[in-house]
């Protein structure tokens, strides 16, 4: 008759001197390393596996401590780190420590061990099992090396907001050791992180990731993105974070942005007065009869040209005329204020206005406070019999209900009668509004 029970098989005839020898042939075939220390934590029994990790034998072992096959340092950190569980006579597990072999080798070792007591409760010592994590522990030093020296600034916050892991980058944008920053809120050194945090917590907790978005930290802007960390059980216990730099990139962006606002801003305006170019102006005056034909509202042209202005710049040089023309052209800007004014220089010392929904006694109304503004400057000109600069201003106006309807209603018969106003106003004495 033989006992059933799962994983056992084993004769009641068999006698406790076999049972023993088969518990131990099992313990030597162990891949751990089976031990006992006595109450002065020397070994007492150390299985075949302790000489194998060790390179000494079963004799030599026994009667030694542990702490006598570790480097002095090592011994002396873990003598610390056990001190009060061994004084309290507890059980610990997953001791990690490094010893020499006897070829001068390193092994490192994971430990754990349970207290003996006597059937009086007096303490006989541990025992325990030790497994050799050398190439584990290895690798995992290689990823803790390769994380800790990554040029991105890496770290990790648990559920509390505090900060678990840290690597070096980050550590120096905080100003401080990594010990330092370990354990404490992430808000102490990131001000304002801790609504951000508890956003990206929510959001990964409805099962929705979270999108990289960007931070602004110390004058630099960083583009974050996240990760959620899970437990074996696959609950979400903190989030893994690398920031990139992305001040630089940014800086770049904003420059080409603005090169290209001022490329669409050159294409458009004239490069001496900063008013709309020849080209520009055609274009929104198309636009404006094209609306006034739609709706049966009025549009109006002004084409001004400065009196004797080849004059001015024969007596006064070239410089001297463009500051006269940028003169004139901040009448324009100032006088012409409202959405619907479009203004620009037409080319040369001639100027255009397009005034939308203006009538002609409007338009013309406009054209005399541009020629009076233009005549307060009192910019001197020698050349001129007014002994100042002044302008002509032409005007007309497209308009459906007025006396004044045309019949070419085109955008180019708009310009070509303002322009035929303009020449009336030149003939006429110049400094003038026809």
Known sequence: MTDRTPGVERSFGDSAEAEIARLREIIEINSDWIWEVDADLRYVYSSARGGSYLGYTQ?????????????????ERVGKGLEGTIAGRRAFSGVTNRVTRQDGGMVILE???IPLFAEDGRFRGYRGIGRDVTAMSERSQQLESVYALAPLPLFVVDREH??????????ALCGAPVSEILDRKVAEFVPGAEESLRRDFATIDSGVDVADHEYLWNGREYMGSIRPLRNLAGKITGLSTAWLDITERNLASRSLSEANDRLERYAHEDYLTGLWNRRTLDDRLVTEVRRSHRSKRPVSVLMADVDFFKRYNDHYGHQAGDECLKAVSGIFRTTL???????GRY???EFCAVLAETDLA???SVAEALRAAVEALAIPHEGNPAGRVTISVGAAALDFSGPGKMEE???KALVASADTALYTAKTAGRNTVR
Not at 59 to 75: H, N, Q, T, V, Y
Not at 162 to 170: G, L
């Open 59 to 75: 004799e030599e072992i026994l009667g030694k401590s542990p702490f006598d096959f570790m480097p002095p340092a090592e011994a």
């Open 409 to 411: 209603t085109s955008a």
């Open 162 to 171: 505090r900060f678990v892991e840290v690597n070096n980058a980050f550590a």
């Open 347 to 349: 080319g040369g010392e």
């Open 337 to 343: 204020h409202r959405a619907g004014d479009n203004a």
């Open 362 to 364: 409007g338009a013309l």
């Open 111 to 113: 430990t754990s061990g």
